[in-house]
């Protein structure tokens, strides 16, 4: 698949997913959001500290520009219908191989509304139609909220990575769990625990044969 000019506006039911625009809005925007949600995100508290300063928050924006530009990432702003600013959701896309990489973070008043979800779905519509053939989510084991919202939008668990990131230098590594979804994947109709052990067990017995031989 070639590079896409990727949508700025994508529409569901309650929401709008907008490209960020650098302006002062924005960044006061986000600047209120990390700083608001410093408690609440608790696991990604390290990552997110980063954000709560106004220069690396311009950064931010500025480099979200320049990524989805490339066709690297797109970044949006989830906003509810009156406009108001309440969480981001981002993919990481690879248009060779037709793969994208979906997170997402939500204000700490809004949960509990199905709004990711919401957004989640909304998001990988677009990306399907598209050209997309595949999205991963991977979710730090201990994040119970996050691993409820990916298996409850119909992602299917497929490997563990083990202390793949870290949790804090005192407190030792995360344990990093991986899901996907295909395209024309019919989220009622599968067991989103369904995990295909044929495929795994017949390229597993293809690299046994392969070991075999050295
Ligand atoms: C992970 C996170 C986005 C989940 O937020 P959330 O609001 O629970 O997610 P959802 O949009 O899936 O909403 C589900 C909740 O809304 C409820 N809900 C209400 N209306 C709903 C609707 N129309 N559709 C679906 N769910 C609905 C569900 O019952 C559920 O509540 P429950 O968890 O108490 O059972 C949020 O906790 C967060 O931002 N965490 C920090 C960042 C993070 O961890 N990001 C993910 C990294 S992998």
């Keep these: ?47 997110i500290y980063k954000w709560d300063n106004e220069n690396n928050i311009k950064c931010y924006i500025r480099s979200s520009a320049d990524v989805w530009e490339k066709a690297k990432e797109l970044r949006y702003a989830i906003r509810l219908k009156n406009n108001a600013f309440i969480g981001e959701i981002k993919t990481a896309i690879d248009c060779h191989n037709e793969v994208a990489e979906i997170g997402f973070l939500l204000d700490k008043d809004h949960a509990g509304y199905g709004y990711i979800s919401e957004a989640l779905l909304a998001l990988e519509s677009y990306l399907f139609s598209v050209g997309f053939y595949r999205i991963e989510i991977m979710c730090d084991t201990g994040n119970e909220r996050s691993l409820k919202t990916i298996l409850r939008t119909g992602h299917v668990f497929e490997t563990v990575r083990l202390c793949n ?13 991986y899901f996907y979804k295909l395209k024309n994947f019919n989220v009622k109709k599968i067991d989103p625990l369904q995990f295909d052990h044929k495929l795994h067990k017949k390229i597993l017995l293809k690299i046994n044969t392969i070991l075999e031989k050295y």
């Design 1 to 47: 698949m070639n590079n896409i000019k990727p949508q700025e506006k994508i529409e569901s039911d309650r929401l709008f997913l907008s490209k960020y625009v650098n302006n002062k809005k924005t960044i006061k925007e986000l600047l209120k959001f990390y700083r608001k949600d410093l408690e609440y995100v608790g696991l990604w508290r390290e990552t």
């Design 165 to 177: 990131k870290l949790y804090d230098h005192k407190n030792g590594r995360f344990h990093t769990a």
